[in-house]
């Protein structure tokens, strides 16, 4: 039999990332990842599994999709192809997004456009409980997956274009949070192999200038928040001065303002809905 630490010692030299190794591992062994060092051998059949799977990382597939499970600020989601995976950069704006609902009384009303595997929402749902949420997200393979990692949440999903979702909540939204695809079509070669490879494109691209979900965001939230409302959507590091442009572009906002993520390059936009501010 194989020991714990000749298969994490092979599996980090051919991914140069112990914490990759480390994650496979557990996941062959059906166990946590703090849990490896009370494993004496392993079995020759997982050994095999787990070897099957580092070498389907060192080809490209993302760690994600291999184990089934992301984990996103203080929860844990399912993931699969054709599921974008949720990256820490959009966790940045998720708490600035739960730092505005925790000083708004009552049940806020928060809207999720272009939901993905549900992982904001789900966020959200855990750590300021007692919101009125929607999601909307267009991906049928996704919306299968969000459903089940928000099932239990309260969370309404609706699998559909966010272009004309929830128009019954028109004027009434305290928030609208969005990750929406934003690469522009001209840099996909700028793209990382495994990403482009393995990603649903759906999840990633936006018109020649990565921006026509941003625009289509920026008209829905502007429809569905009250004044005073909320609004906070992810970018590309290139497009800080551009969604800035398009959600003024838009009309209806004040307050405009881009913010950075954990390495300060420009990430996500903020805005407030004209009319009586909030707090």
Not at 14 to 28: D, F, G, K, M, V
Not at 42 to 63: F, H, T
Not at 136 to 146: I, K, N, Q
Not at 163 to 188: C, H, K, Q, S
Request: charged share 20%.
């Amino acid at each position: 039999m194989a020991t714990v630490p000749a298969l994490l010692a092979e599996g980090t030299l051919r991914l140069a990332a112990p914490a990759e190794a480390r994650t496979l591992l557990a996941h062959a062994l059906g166990v946590e990842p703090s849990r490896l060092a009370l494993v004496d051998d392993v079995p020759s059949e997982v050994a095999a599994a787990y070897e099957g799977l580092v070498a389907r990382r060192a080809a490209g597939e993302p760690v994600q999709y291999l184990t089934g499970r992301a984990w996103f600020r203080t929860v844990e989601v399912a993931v699969e192809p054709g599921v974008f995976v949720p990256r820490p950069e959009t966790e940045l704006m998720t708490g600035w997004a739960i730092e505005r609902l925790a000083a708004l009384p009552g049940r806020p009303v928060v809207v999720e456009l272009c939901a993905g595997s549900g992982a904001i929402s789900a966020a959200i749902a855990a750590e300021r409980p007692g919101c009125r949420q929607y999601a909307v997200e267009l991906s049928s393979t996704a919306a299968r997956v969000a459903e089940e990692n928000l099932a239990g949440t309260g969370v309404s999903l609706v699998e559909g274009d966010m272009a004309d979702a929830f128009g019954e909540l028109d004027g009434t939204v305290d928030l609208v949070i969005a990750n929406p695809p934003y690469i522009p079509l001209e840099a996909w070669e700028h793209v990382a192999v495994d990403v482009r490879t393995h990603e649903p494109e759906l999840a990633l691209f936006s018109g020649a200038d990565g921006l026509d979900a941003l625009r289509v965001v920026a008209r829905v939230a502007a429809r569905l928040l009250r004044p005073g409302g909320f609004v906070c959507a992810e970018h590309a590091e290139v497009q800080g001065e551009a969604v800035v442009d398009v959600f003024a572009a838009t009309g209806g906002y004040a307050q405009v303002a881009d913010h950075p993520d954990y390495n300060d390059r420009p990430r996500y936009v903020t805005a407030v809905r004209a009319g009586k501010l909030a707090g």
